[in-house]
């Protein structure tokens, strides 16, 4: 069974369209992330929601909008792409409650959304 | 300077070698520290967590010394399906909790 699950898995649109990208997991977890990896391949935290709440928020346009209907999804809304948003983004999930205690579990990764924009 | 360091390789070794990443973290209140392998189009993941005395897996020892800010993996008899990027991370909390921050990762080739 999939434990962190991504679609699409292959993103083309054009400068200027509004997408979404939808992550889901199975784990049970209470805390979910988007990452981007761009280009260079570095790997840096853009969101995280802990049982649907927004808990960290990094540097990113607001362009970018993430959305948690639920525990055990995190969705990612953006608008307006630009070139420049072109990247691997991945979700991911952790056991951390909302007082930021970490159990000791790491994070497990889903397997990517590659977005390209022409 | 990044939060985390990393060797900027790439690493290109025979198979049987030894190979040593380091890495350095500059934020002393990082609190739990991680080695992750990524794979060519793939997604990030976890090869060991690196505790303070040292812990082994098989071919692979990971060293944390607190006091320097250093983690090190160590990877012996080194296989082709070694191939792949190690990312070093740390965690530390922050107003939101808990961060996981990725080093930009060494690229190890394996070679025949």
């Known amino acids: 069974d999939t434990a962190v699950s991504q679609t699409p898995k292959y993103l083309v649109t054009q400068m200027g369209n509004d997408k979404s990208i939808k992550c889901e997991q199975n784990l049970g977890h209470d805390t979910m992330y988007w990452y981007k990896q761009d280009s260079k391949k570095f790997l840096k935290i853009m969101f995280s929601y802990n049982n649907k709440e927004l808990i960290i928020n990094e540097t990113v346009p607001n362009r970018f909008s993430p959305k948690s209907p639920d525990k055990a999804h995190l969705n990612l809304h953006i608008n307006s792409l630009e070139l420049g948003d072109s990247a691997v983004y991945f979700c991911a999930s952790s056991q951390v409650d909302s007082r930021g205690v970490w159990f000791g579990e790491t994070q497990y990764f889903g397997p990517g959304t590659r977005l390209l924009v022409l | 300077r990044k939060e985390v360091e990393q060797d900027p390789g790439p690493f290109n070794v025979p198979e049987g070698a030894t190979v040593a990443f380091n890495c350095t973290y500059s934020n002393s209140a990082s609190q739990s520290f991680f080695w992750y392998r990524q794979d060519c189009r793939k997604e990030p993941k976890l090869l060991m967590s690196?505790?303070?005395s040292g812990n082994e897996d098989g071919r692979f020892t990971a060293q944390l010394n607190r006091a320097s800010q250093y983690i090190s993996l160590l990877i012996r008899d080194s296989k082709l399906s070694d191939s792949a990027t190690y990312l070093c991370v740390v965690t530390r909390a922050s107003n939101y909790g808990q961060n996981f921050v990725f080093g930009p990762g060494t690229r190890l080739s394996v070679l025949p």
């Open positions: 690196v505790y303070s």
